[in-house]
């Protein structure tokens, strides 16, 4: 579990809801959490706002009621944790077209799957007339998944829409359909999917409430159909069951995760590559990387952060 002690608070948040002024809703926020010394990301589009942000217990406090006092945000999904330091090196309050890109301008995410809670959830995928498919990208489910669940094996959220018509018929065959279960990380990117396959005419649609992180906080470990760990977009990497520190580590060139054999790799270097970028990126990216890495060294040992250190946000959920 969090340590409660730690000085930082953490909120992941996220909420759908129309907005009319998003140019206005990013203004109010980011002259908040200037004031208030917040660090992180909230992203605001016409469809609702997501983000995660990090300050004070003051702080937090005043930045949710502001988001929940928004048209709409009464009842904002808040996931709180704590740091022992400031998780984040900047602040970024930005106006975008969604708050969790699919690409899929036209679906109402609104119109969403049935909500199943966690405590439901392990009778729902052992249904032999259900099918369980895992919306997060390759490198989450590669860490850990729902015993049974399929894996799209894609590499962006853009490109879960593709994967689901070409694999439809083969997923749902003919006849009567089966029920359709989906989850990722902490419910936001289920609601965008189950969405879109309901705009697809799928309507036996599930996905689990508070995402895999609100299962494996409640579910009991001896009961649990979860193996492996869970990949967090924050300084943990990955957590288990009671949301206890995981045991992977991070590439700090491509935000992927890395296990012990990764990091026993002859291609692994701290902060310029891993086994999975280092096709994907040049010579001179890579020793760009390790200037970067050498001048955030050199400030870590100045007792200062380096400005070029960034935890980039990739596909949250």
Avoid at 140 to 159: L, M, S, Y
Avoid at 172 to 187: H, I, R, S, W
Avoid at 300 to 306: L, P
Wanted: hydrophobic residues 35%; aromatic residues 8%.
């Amino acid at each position: 579990m969090t340590d409660p002690d730690l000085p930082i608070c953490v909120a992941a948040l996220y909420k759908f809801t129309p907005f009319d002024d998003c140019a206005g809703v990013r203004r109010e926020l980011d002259a908040l959490c200037s004031a208030q010394g917040i660090r992180g990301t909230l992203l605001i589009a016409r469809e609702g706002i997501n983000g995660t942000i990090a300050g004070s217990d003051a702080a937090i406090e005043a930045a949710i009621a502001h988001i929940r006092a928004l048209p709409g945000c009464s009842d904002t999904d808040v996931k709180l944790s704590r740091a022992a330091v400031m998780p984040f090196h900047r602040t970024k309050v930005r106006v975008k077209p969604e708050i969790v890109t699919m690409g899929q301008p036209d679906i109402d995410p609104l119109d969403v799957g049935h909500y199943v809670e966690p405590g439901d959830w392990n009778a729902l995928i052992s249904d032999p007339d259900t099918i369980v498919i895992d919306t997060r990208n390759d490198y989450e489910v590669a860490v850990g998944t729902f015993a049974g669940a399929i894996d799209p094996q894609t590499k962006t959220f853009r490109d879960f829409p593709e994967w689901f018509r070409a694999e439809r018929e083969r997923l749902l065959g003919e006849g009567k359909p089966p029920k359709v279960a989906m989850f990722c990380t902490g419910g936001i990117r289920c609601e965008k999917s189950t969405a879109f396959l309901k705009s697809e005419g799928v309507e036996d649609v599930f996905h689990l409430k508070g995402g895999i992180l609100k299962y494996l906080e409640t579910v009991p470990a001896d009961e649990s159909l979860w193996e492996g760990e869970c990949f967090v977009f924050d300084q943990r990497v990955t957590v288990g069951h009671g949301l206890s520190l995981g045991t992977q580590q991070l590439c700090h060139a491509c935000r992927r995760p890395i296990d012990e054999a990764g990091l026993a790799s002859s291609r692994y270097v701290e902060g310029v590559s891993c086994d999975a970028c280092y096709d994907e990126r040049t010579d001179a990216q890579r020793e760009s990387y390790a200037e970067r890495q050498k001048q955030e060294m050199l400030a870590r040992a100045r007792g200062e952060i380096h400005v070029g250190a960034s935890y980039r946000k990739r596909d949250d959920g």
